[in-house]
């Protein structure tokens, strides 16, 4: 006999606020969500401590409890919220062909994105030591914690320029380590970069370690090398920013789904619709500007609702 191929009738890749908002506002429509929760259950929050920017939170909240909450809000209502990972979809006919864990396969009438995106880190053994006790990959997520100290921010393209820019606004000085020996900046920013007075741009700069412990010192001091003349240099930090760009995480759906030169998901401006009926993306994985978890939140409750009036006008 053959297995009986379950049919869901909104299923969420993802579950960061994006994929949790959107799951509230689909079961309160009763749209049946299924989240499937991928490789990191509760996303890029779960790995951040304090939350001091979403609204509500008057005290602030930490990242993994932050996440708890929006999951049992999601399920109060009855969202049902699996471990797994899609491993395979098919977005060329509706309803659509979905395979899980690379065994399951189940069919979606509408499927909201909500993959997010993943920092990319140096890959050296420091930056996992003190994650979390000075090491950073989010300026407007950290940046408050180093209020009037010395910070460190890696990168030269678009993000280090706003992440540099912006916390030079809450430090006492920041020092950006750019590998080449120009920034990959637009020019608005470079000038921005240039013109901020306790900003320094080391160019020809890489990291050689961190220093600190792990636990109340954190972060002291950062090892900077000189690619051209070996020469080291040390400076003192409170804290480290990671800030050489994200990958979206939209391997999944290559050759199915426009994409920017980035590879973050197009969305019909001011829907979270994609250019194939009944998909939708929210957060970080169509949004490569804001990228804060009420925005992700936002533009979750937007897929939710375009998805609810998608399968409504199916049904007329
Ligand atoms: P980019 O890829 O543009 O820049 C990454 C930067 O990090 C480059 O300077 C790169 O150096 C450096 N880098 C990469 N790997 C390492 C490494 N291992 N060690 C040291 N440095 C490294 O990423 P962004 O996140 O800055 O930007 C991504 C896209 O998003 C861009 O198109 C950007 O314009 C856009 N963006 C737009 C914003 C806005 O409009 N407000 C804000 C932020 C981003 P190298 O140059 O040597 O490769």
Redesign the pocket.
């Known amino acids: 006999m053959q297995e009986e191929i379950e049919n869901i009738e909104t299923l969420i890749i993802g579950s960061g606020p994006a994929g949790y908002t959107a799951a509230i506002y689909a079961a309160r429509a009763d749209m049946k969500p299924v989240v499937i929760q991928g490789l990191q259950p509760g996303g890029q929050l779960t790995t951040t401590t304090d939350v001091d920017n979403f609204p509500g939170y008057k005290d602030g909240v930490m990242g993994p409890e932050m996440m708890e909450d929006l999951k049992a809000q999601a399920e109060r209502f009855g969202t049902d919220t699996r471990w797994g990972m899609v491993t395979k979809v098919d977005l060329s006919n509706r309803p659509f062909k979905v395979e899980i864990d690379n065994t399951k396969n189940v069919i979606a009438q509408t499927i909201i994105i909500a993959t997010g995106a993943t920092a990319?880190w140096?890959?050296i053994n420091d930056e996992k030591r003190l994650n979390g006790y000075g090491v950073s990959a989010c300026a407007t997520c950290d940046g408050f914690f180093y209020k009037g100290k010395d910070v460190v921010v890696?990168?030269?393209?678009?993000?280090?320029?706003?992440e540099a820019t912006y916390l030079a606004k809450l430090c006492t000085k920041v020092t950006m380590?750019?590998?080449?020996d120009y920034?990959?900046?637009?020019k608005a920013m470079q000038h921005r970069v240039m013109a901020t007075k306790n900003l320094t741009v080391l160019f020809n700069h890489?990291?050689k370690s961190i220093n600190g412990e792990p636990g109340p010192i954190g972060v002291e001091s950062v090892t900077a090398i000189n690619n051209i003349t070996n020469k080291e240099i040390i400076i003192p930090a409170s804290g480290f920013f990671v800030?050489?760009?994200?990958k979206p995480n939209t391997d999944l759906f290559k050759d199915q789904l426009e994409m920017d030169?980035?590879g973050y998901l197009k969305v019909i401006p001011g829907t979270a619709s994609t250019e194939v009926e009944g998909v939708y993306a929210a957060g970080d994985v169509a949004d490569?500007?804001y990228r804060q978890a009420v925005t992700s939140a936002g533009t979750g409750c937007m897929a939710a609702l375009d998805a609810e009036r998608f399968l409504s006008s199916q049904a007329t």
């Not at 890696?154 to 706003?162: K, L, N, Q, R, W």
């Not at 920034?183 to 637009?186: D, F, M, Q």
Request: glycine share 16%.
């Open positions: 990319k140096l890959g890696v990168g030269g393209g678009d993000t280090a320029a706003e380590l750019v590998r080449k920034l990959r900046a637009s890489e990291t800030a050489i760009g994200h030169e980035n490569h500007v």
